[in-house]
T-cell receptor, first 113, second 116 residues
């Protein structure tokens, strides 16, 4: 079985400060992990993905995520937040022979001027 | 490049009506799935398919039917719409999962359904 837990439903940071969105996963198989972003009333856009290559993954718009197997975590970070980063972020796990893709409940990121 | 195409984008139904949400992909992906998105609950898996002729239930399958007669198409049917089915629906497709390989999911633009 697989599952994913996003530890914060809402994160608020000031523009120019670091962003940390936390994600823990559970999987019986070696997982593929993703972060997707959804801007208001928009579809889902892939930010980055981990597929058992480098544990530090770089994505678009300056975002990064580090896969830590010992902690079963895949936290999303960005050194300096921008107003345009305000959105909903989803951590996603894909594993098992049935290729089920499971979403976390999402973290809403707000950016204060 | 069409990717994943969902129709319609918006729909209003009366309670008890039936309808089909269409989803088509042109990437020859084996895996297709339907999700519903509700505030504070992320995207919940309704049904999924790992290939033509094979479907299975996800987390919230009640009230929905699916079929997969071709690789390209994966329609979602609401048999008797209820207000609790008011939601945004997303269709996704991806290659079959293989460890270490690209299994990114591609999403349609969503269908906003309101049941009154």
């Amino acid at each position: 079985a697989q599952s994913v837990t996003q530890l914060d439903s809402h994160v608020s940071v000031s523009e120019g400060t670091p962003v940390l969105l936390r994600c823990n996963y559970s999987s019986s198989y070696s997982p593929s992990l993703f972060w997707y972003v959804q801007h208001p009333n928009k579809g889902l856009q892939l930010l980055l993905k981990y597929t058992s290559a480098a544990t530090l993954v770089k994505g678009i718009n300056g975002f990064e995520a580090e896969f830590k197997k010992s902690e079963t975590s895949f936290h999303l970070t960005k050194p300096s937040a921008h107003m345009s980063d305000a959105a909903e972020y989803f951590c996603v796990v894909s594993a098992s022979s049935a290729s089920k893709i499971i979403f976390g409940s999402g973290t809403r990121l707000s950016i204060r001027p | 490049n069409a990717g994943v195409t969902q129709t319609p984008k918006f729909q209003v139904l009366k309670t008890g009506q039936s309808m089909t949400l269409q989803c088509a992909q042109d990437m020859n992906h084996e895996y297709m799935s339907w999700y519903r998105q509700d505030p504070g609950m992320g995207l919940r898996l309704i049904h999924y398919s790992v290939g033509a002729g094979i479907t299975d239930q996800g987390e919230v399958p009640n009230g929905y039917n699916v079929s997969r007669s071709t690789t390209e198409d994966f329609p979602l049917r609401l048999l008797s719409a209820a207000p609790s089915q008011t939601s945004v629906y997303f269709c996704a497709s991806s290659p079959r999962f293989q460890t270490g390989l690209n299994t990114e999911a591609f999403f349609g633009q969503g269908t906003r359904l309101t049941v009154v």
